[in-house]
């Protein structure tokens, strides 16, 4: 195993963007009715993230087959640290009633192609 900073580091040196973001894995909790019943916080939680500039992407997964909804969700945020991260991710009212958990995972972003930042729910964009 490679240390995190030392792998960002060595990132950078060979040219990568090496950007830190981060990555939550969500899972819906054993009641579906609490799932659905805390959505309208949910999402007006995740637009506020998003106007603030915390929220990346964020939306549902699909099972390995790609032909059912199995109620995961991925969301990245940026954030200064990981605590930050976790500190947003426990605040979404999903995860603070517990109708979902979740796993948070640093993800460093080095290759792809990005030109424009559109605000899904905001309808803002920027380029960059």
Known sequence: ???WTEY???AKERGALALELFV???TPG????AVRDTLPKHLAY????????????AGPMSDESGE??????LIVYRAPTMSD???IADNDPMHKSG???YILRKWLVNEGSLNISVGLSTGKSQIS
């Open 46 to 57: 995740q637009r506020e993230q998003e106007i603030a500039g915390r929220l990346v992407l």
């Open 1 to 3: 195993m490679v240390a």
């Open 85 to 87: 991260a976790r500190e």
């Open 99 to 101: 109708a979902r958990t």
């Open 30 to 33: 054993d009641k579906s009715e």
């Open 68 to 73: 059912q909804m199995i109620g995961a969700g």
């Open 8 to 10: 960002k580091e060595r």
């Open 24 to 26: 939550v894995m969500s």
